[in-house]
């Protein structure tokens, strides 16, 4: 019998290696339907009426005012894009500040060339994370919207960062977080009992986010979206490069498949053997697929700073 490898292995956190949590997340980005299932939550009545119909009321009409917007972990902009471009129907003048630390961010800059709803956008560039902008820049600079798209697992202390970001808010300003559940997706997937080394990623959920609002005593609205992945490459591919970057993005380790200890390895996998569907595609073959939700959390900021 095969000894265990639990006193052999040891599992990192993905984002000790920034190259290779790239690789993952290129991997994530053709493995799931996030961006159109986002994409279909900007355009939808609940974007409109939360954030757009609620900035106006704000600008009580006077929309020759500038908006100021604020993104974080703000990646490749291709779902920040999105939402700046509703805004754009609105609003005449938008003055976007992002701050993504990562090589990502010269995407974004692609992305606005290529984009003639930018023309009426003024840009801000900070590659930097959330904690050195603010050390550089302070939190003199209010914003009317800020938006924090699944980037709050690289933002520490929810308790902290959401008191960060609400002091960033003007009186009426709105605060967008998307973060995933703790019972679905990455926020269940039972790496536990490595935590306490902290040599895995101990992902923030949306109970963490939440709980952090509700301590402060920030009001918010919830709602929720569902992604799905492709998850058939690792679980029916031993070979499958794709497949291994998907879970090492997946379960926020390096080289999950290789490096985990048996009983974790196993306890994983039997987590997506429970939780998986299987369909047929249209040429019959199988595909698996695996579900996450995600909770929408908006804040408007009052009258008072508490």
């Keep these: 019998m095969m000894a265990s ?3 052999e292995n040891k599992l990192f956190n993905l984002l000790s290696d920034m190259k290779h949590y790239h690789k993952t997340y290129a991997a994530y980005c053709s493995k799931t339907t996030k961006w159109q299932e986002m994409h279909k939550w900007t355009e ?22 500038q908006i100021r917007v604020l993104g974080i972990g703000s990646g490749d902009g291709i779902l920040e894009m999105h939402q700046l471009q509703k805004l754009t129907a609105k609003f005449l003048k938008i003055s976007a500040s992002v701050v993504e630390p990562s090589e990502l961010i010269t995407k974004y800059k692609d992305t606005v060339g290529m984009n003639p709803a930018a023309d009426n956008i003024t840009f801000e560039w900070y590659k930097q994370t959330f904690d ?3 050390a550089c820049h302070g939190s003199d600079k209010k914003y009317h919207f800020i938006s924090v798209v699944h980037a709050v697992y690289f933002l520490g202390d929810p308790d902290v960062f959401i008191q960060k970001l609400y002091k960033l808010l003007e009186p009426g300003g709105i605060l967008l977080v998307i973060v995933v559940t703790d019972h679905t997706g990455s926020g269940c997937i039972p790496l536990h009992k490595l935590k306490d080394d902290k040599t895995t990623n101990n992902y923030v959920n949306s109970f963490q986010v939440t709980a952090a609002l509700e301590k402060l005593q920030i009001y918010y609205t919830q709602s929720t979206y569902t992604e799905t992945y492709n998850i058939t490459d690792f679980m029916t591919n031993d070979d499958s490069e794709e497949g291994e970057l998907l879970l090492d993005f997946m379960t926020g380790t390096i080289n999950f498949k290789k490096s985990a200890p048996d009983d974790v390895r196993d306890r994983v996998m039997h987590h997506f053997q429970q939780v998986l569907r299987i369909e047929k595609t249209d040429d019959g073959d199988e595909k698996i697929s695996y579900e996450e939700i995600s909770d929408i959390l908006l804040v408007t900021r009052g009258d008072k700073a508490k």
């Design 5 to 7: 490898n639990m006193s």
């Design 132 to 134: 050195e902008y603010l």
């Design 44 to 65: 939808s009545a609940e974007f409109e009426s939360n954030v757009v119909a609620n900035l106006s009321k704000y600008f009580s009409g006077n929309m020759d005012q």
